[in-house]
């Protein structure tokens, strides 16, 4: 494209002409670069389940503090701010007195949560 246009270009023999082609040729491959280009759908891919059996001793409410890197609904931490816990996910879907979720155990270090409902 840039070699028709310098063609075009060194054809015309008038100087106004050149620059009005020129700045068109140049505006014109700007709109081109600025004009939005349609996006490819994504392909959607769901979260394999884990294989993982779930530690039942952790969700009982007497049980002593959990390993380091696993938060229960009840992680308290006594040196710092509490890590983020479901209270809101709780709050937000109480349709059944707010028994939807019950408790949870987050593994810090797997990246994984499991959800009691």
Do not use: C
């Amino acid at each position: 494209m840039v070699i028709a246009m310098v063609k075009i270009l060194f054809s015309i023999p008038h100087n106004s002409q050149r620059i009005s082609i020129l700045l068109l040729g140049v505006s014109w491959g700007i709109f081109s670069l600025l004009t939005p280009q349609p996006s490819l759908p994504q392909p959607l891919v769901a979260p394999m389940p884990s294989l993982v059996p779930l530690e039942i001793d952790l969700l009982k409410p007497n049980e002593s503090l959990p390993r380091p890197g696993i938060i229960t609904i009840n992680s308290i931490s006594q040196t710092d701010i509490s890590d983020p816990s479901f209270w809101w996910a709780r709050e937000q879907f109480n349709e059944i007195g707010g028994k939807l979720l019950t408790n949870w155990i987050a593994y810090q270090d797997q990246k994984r949560v499991d959800l009691v409902v």
